[in-house]
C-alpha cells in the first residue's frame, strides 16, 4: 500500500487516474492541482475521504512541492498546459508549468529519492505520412511541432536527464489521443459532441484528414498503473490502442450516433503547423509489462461517451460558451 501523489488529478486523464487508482488498489491519493480553466473539482466527486486528499496548489511552488514529496512514496505527473490551440495563441504558460514545473517536481524527486512517473504524449514524435507503414516506437527520434508538444519533449528530455545525472527513479509514457468523459470541450471530440447537443455543426480543420490514433482514458490510466508498478527505471513505454481514426470519420460517427445527417458539419480554418497522422506501436509495453487494452470497440465506447456528455451538462456548460468564443475568434 503506497502514498501517491497525482498531479494534474483534476483534469481529464489525471481525474481518471485517480478513480482509477482507487477503485483497483489499496494506495491512497493525494492530488496537487492549480485549477486552471482544465481543472474541475467535479471530476474528482464521491471519492473516499479516508483515502483522498485535494490540495490546491502549482507544481511550480518549490516549497509546496517538497512539503507534498516528503509525505508521499510516489508520484504521478499528469500537470500540463494540454491543449495545442491554447499553444499557438500563449505559448508562455506551457513554458511555466510543461518546463518548470517539471524541472520543480524533478529536484523534489530528487531531494526525497521518490518514486516518479512522468505523464507523457506521442506528439513528441511529431507526424508521420497517411501511407507510412511505420509507427511511433521508443526508439523514434523526438520532432515535436508546436510550442504545447517541444514543451513536453523538453519535459521528457528533462526526466532522462535526472535520471542519469542524478539516479531519480523514474519512468515514462508517451500515450495517444485519449477519449471518454470528463474531457474538457475544447478538445476535439467532446467540442464536436456537445456542438450537436447544442444543435451546433460540428467543426472540422482543414480537410478532415489527418488521423489521431484514440485510447479511451481508462486504458491510459490501467497502463499508466502497470508501469508504476513493473516499468524498469529509466525506461520509456509507449501506450496505445491501435485505434487509427481520421478526424472526418470521427464527426460522421458522432452525427450517425446523435441521430443527424452524416454530412452536417463545416469546415474551418486549419491548425497551423497541424500534425497529419500519430500512430503508436506498444508492443514494448504490451510484451514486457503483459498490458493489454480493454476498450477496443472505438463505436461503443464513442456511444458511452456521448451517453455521457447528454447526462452531465451541468459539467460541461459553463466552459462551452467562453470555449466557443476563442475558437470563433481564431476563425474555427
Ligand atoms: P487537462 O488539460 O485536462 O488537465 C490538466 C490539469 O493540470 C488540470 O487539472 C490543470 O488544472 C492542472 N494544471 C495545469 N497547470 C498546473 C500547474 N502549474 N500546477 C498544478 N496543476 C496544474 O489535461 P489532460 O488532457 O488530462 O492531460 C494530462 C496529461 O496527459 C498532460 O501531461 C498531457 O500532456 C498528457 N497527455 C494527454 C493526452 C490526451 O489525449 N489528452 C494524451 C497523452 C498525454
Ligand atoms: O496525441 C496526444 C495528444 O492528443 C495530447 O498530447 C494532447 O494533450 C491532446 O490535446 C491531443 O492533442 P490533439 O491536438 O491531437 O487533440 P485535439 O483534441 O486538439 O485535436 C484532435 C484532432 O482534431 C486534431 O487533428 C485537430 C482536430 N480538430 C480539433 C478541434 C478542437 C478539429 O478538426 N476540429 C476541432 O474543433
Request: some cysteine; glycine content about 8%; hydrophobic content about 35%.
Amino acid at each position: 500500500m503506497s502514498r501517491l501523489l497525482v498531479t494534474g488529478g483534476a483534469g481529464f486523464i489525471g481525474s481518471n487516474f485517480v478513480h482509477y487508482v482507487l477503485e483497483h488498489t489499496e494506495h491512497s491519493v493525494t492530488v496537487l492541482d492549480k485549477l486552471t480553466y482544465a481543472g474541475n473539482l467535479a471530476s474528482l466527486d464521491g471519492l473516499p475521504a479516508e483515502r483522498f486528499r485535494f490540495v490546491h496548489g502549482d507544481i511550480t511552488d518549490a516549497a509546496l512541492v517538497d512539503a507534498l514529496f516528503s509525505e508521499h512514496d510516489a508520484v504521478v505527473h499528469y500537470a500540463a498546459e494540454s491543449h495545442n490551440d491554447n499553444s499557438l495563441d500563449d505559448p508562455r504558460p506551457f513554458l511555466e508549468t510543461n518546463i518548470v514545473g517539471t524541472y520543480t517536481l524533478l529536484e523534489a524527486a530528487r531531494k526525497h529519492a521518490i518514486r516518479f512517473h512522468h505523464i507523457s504524449t506521442d506528439e513528441v514524435y511529431g507526424d508521420l505520412e497517411l501511407d507510412d507503414p511505420a509507427r511511433f516506437t521508443e526508439q523514434t527520434p523526438y520532432n515535436p511541432s508546436s510550442p504545447y508538444s517541444s514543451t513536453k519533449a523538453g519535459s521528457d528530455l528533462l526526466v532522462r536527464a535526472w535520471v542519469r545525472s542524478f539516479g531519480v527513479q523514474a519512468t515514462i509514457s508517451n500515450c495517444s489521443n485519449n477519449y471518454g468523459p470528463y474531457q474538457h470541450v475544447e478538445k476535439f471530440i467532446p467540442r464536436q459532441i456537445t456542438n450537436v447537443l447544442r444543435g451546433e455543426r460540428p467543426k472540422l480543420y482543414g480537410s478532415g484528414e489527418n488521423v489521431r490514433d484514440w485510447i479511451h482514458a481508462n486504458d491510459h490510466s490501467s497502463a499508466v498503473l502497470t508501469i508504476l508498478e513493473r516499468g524498469v527505471i529509466g525506461e520509456t513505454y509507449l501506450i496505445g490502442a491501435d485505434g487509427e481514426k481520421n478526424n472526418k470519420d470521427v464527426v460522421e460517427l458522432i452525427l450517425d450516433q446523435l441521430g443527424q445527417p452524416t454530412d452536417a458539419y463545416d469546415l474551418v480554418n486549419d491548425r497551423p503547423g497541424h500534425d497529419l497522422r500519430y500512430a503508436i506501436d506498444s508492443t514494448r509495453l504490451r510484451s514486457e509489462l503483459g498490458w493489454a487494452p480493454k476498450y477496443s470497440d472505438f463505436e461503443s465506447g464513442l456511444a458511452d461517451t456521448i451517453a455521457w456528455y447528454r447526462d452531465h451538462e451541468s459539467w460541461w456548460a459553463p466552459q462551452k460558451d467562453a470555449t466557443e468564443a476563442r475558437y470563433k475568434a481564431q476563425g474555427q
